[in-house]
């Protein structure tokens, strides 16, 4: 799918035809989404510009997540995206800014996308050119990138309070704790990245106004807050791991303990019950009409007597 917003008299109006479309001067954004190989051909000879093979946009090197040139700019960013099965995944975008206009290349629906198309149609005035367009789309993920922050630490909270010795302790709440630390380790991944973009944007030469500039020194700042904060919440995490082991160690401790007691409670009686279980002639109980009664009273008294001293010490 191919979106092509581009400047009018009084609004930005959005085309989707490529093929019928010719006047260029005035775009402002060229927004490739899943695109064909016709489509991406199609693009790439009306507007004059290359985009990069999905190899080329997973690339890591610094080299590869930023080209600037004369006269256009590249840039590589990874966003996350929520997945049925993985909960969240990283997907690659590619920008490309020539003169005023903007190209992104991606193959996921994103919401920071669906925003800046929102604020390009109720706020006309505010988009020029490609550049604000781009910083916009930044903006919005960030604070997207926020949401998915905040939200992990109010489930954080949630799971803290379940943390206690009467709860169900149970793997699930382990495994629980590991997916949060995925998940904080992904978003902190995809934070530093567009950090790293975002300042090779700001020491830019020449393609961003001083205003623009302005927006991409805040946006750093907000970025340093968030690594900042997911490394806290990762902190928090390893603590409340450590906790979870350190509760089931505890648990683990009092079953050992219980049955230990119960041992120690039956110990002195299997005593007594081992020695008049010998049978020999000499034993004078063996033949006492009232050995049995006594035998198993003092059993008793035996293990009572363990258990009041169990209590005495502290140890029940």
């Not at 009084?10 to 927004?31: A, H, N, P, Q, Y």
């Not at 890591?60 to 990874?78: G, H, K, P, T, V």
């Not at 706020?123 to 998915?148: C, K, M, N, T």
């Not at 009686?269 to 033949?287: K, R, V, Y």
């Amino acid at each position: 799918m191919i979106r092509i917003f581009q400047l009018d008299e009084t609004s930005v109006r959005k085309i989707r035809d490529i093929d019928s479309f010719s006047d260029t001067e005035r775009t402002l954004w060229v927004d490739l989404q899943n695109p064909t190989p016709a489509e991406i051909k199609s693009v790439e000879e009306k507007f004059d510009v290359d985009f990069l093979s999905q190899q080329e946009q997973l690339e890591i090197e610094s080299s590869s997540r930023y080209i600037e040139e004369d006269d256009f700019l590249i840039a590589n960013s990874n966003f996350l995206i929520p997945d049925p099965e993985h909960r969240y995944i990283t997907v690659p975008v590619s920008f490309l800014l020539k003169d005023d206009t903007l190209f992104t290349y991606r193959n996921a629906d994103l919401k920071s996308f669906a925003d800046t198309v929102k604020r390009i149609k109720s706020r006309r005035a505010v988009f020029s050119d490609g550049a604000q367009i781009l910083i916009s789309i930044f903006e919005s993920r960030i604070d997207y990138d926020a949401d998915l922050v905040e939200m992990v630490s109010g489930e954080i909270k949630a799971i803290n309070r379940m943390l206690d010795l009467d709860a169900n302790l149970d793997r699930e709440m382990l495994l629980n704790i590991n997916d949060y630390q995925e998940l904080t380790m992904s978003i902190r991944e995809n934070v530093v990245d567009k950090q790293r973009v975002i300042s090779s944007m700001i020491r830019s030469d020449g393609w961003f106004s001083e205003a623009e500039q302005l927006r991409l020194r805040t946006l750093i700042k907000d970025i340093n807050s968030l690594i900042d904060h997911t490394n806290f919440i990762f902190e928090r995490l390893e603590f409340l791991q450590n906790t979870y082991l350190g509760l089931i160690d505890l648990e683990q401790n009092r079953v050992v303990k219980i049955f230990t007691v119960v041992s120690l409670v039956f110990l002195p009686p299997t005593l007594l019950a081992s020695i008049w279980g010998m049978n020999f002639d000499a034993m004078p109980e063996l033949h006492w009409k009232y050995g049995y009664i006594f035998a198993i009273a003092l059993m008793v008294l035996a293990s009572a007597l363990t258990v009041w001293i169990f209590r005495r010490k502290n140890w029940l």
